[in-house]
Structure formats: structure tokens, C-alpha cells
Nanobody
């Protein structure tokens, strides 16, 4: 069955960097747009970044642009999120998601599969 398993979360200080990884299995990885979302308690799930099926296209939320980088490795079926210059507002549970679409989308409802999330806590 389809599985998305996130890893790499943890507790860091403001200004630090962290790299999240998502391992995908159970479907044809190269046919899916991949993305990261995040959610804090009491708030809706928020789009963070997306990467196209080929890896040639990316899209970012304004709040992370210039600090976060999304990438994918189709030989390993993984997608990563490199997060630099972290601040307290980045504290959230981060989710990996897959959409069987040929374009980048920021809408959570477009994504077919979701991981269980990994917690990132940034102390100020």
C-alpha cells in the first residue's frame, strides 16, 4: 500500500537549519507531484513547498521563500525539505503529500496521499 514516511524533525534554536525527508513507497513516484505542508494546533494545514514530477519545477509559500528548498530523488523515491534560518513561526507538524497531477498545486485537497507528519519545534 501507499506509504509516505517523514523523518528529520526535532527541536532546534532560532537561526538553525534542519532537513526533513520523506520516503515514498507503494506507487509510481515519478507520476506524482510532491509537497510539504505544515500545521500548528488550531490552524488549518498550510502549504509550504511543492516540486513537480520531474523535479524541474518548484513552488514555495511566501513565508518560506529564500529559506526553504524542496528537492526529490527519483532513484530513491524520496523528497526532502531543507530548512534554513528557522524561526519560531516555523514550529509545526510537517507533512509530506503526493498528488497525481501534472502541475504544481498549493491546495491540500488536490493531494491524494499523506504521511503522518514530523514535529519541528524552533525555540527563540
Amino acid at each position: 500500500q501507499v506509504q509516505l514516511v517523514e523523518s528529520g524533525g526535532g527541536l532546534v534554536q532560532a537561526g538553525d537549519s534542519l532537513r526533513l525527508s520523506c520516503a515514498a513507497s507503494g506507487y509510481t513516484f515519478t507520476m506524482y507531484t510532491m509537497a510539504w505542508f505544515r500545521q500548528t494546533p488550531g490552524l488549518e494545514r498550510e502549504f509550504v513547498a511543492a516540486i513537480s514530477r520531474s523535479g524541474g519545477g518548484t513552488r514555495y509559500a511566501d513565508s518560506v521563500k529564500g529559506r526553504f528548498t524542496i528537492s526529490r530523488d527519483s532513484t530513491k523515491n524520496t523528497v526532502a525539505l531543507q530548512m534554513n534560518s528557522l524561526n519560531a513561526e516555523d514550529t509545526a507538524v510537517y507533512y509530506c503529500a503526493a498528488a497525481r497531477l501534472g502541475y504544481l498545486t498549493t491546495l491540500s485537497r488536490d493531494y491524494n496521499y499523506w504521511g503522518k507528519g514530523t514535529l519541528v519545534t524552533v525555540s527563540s
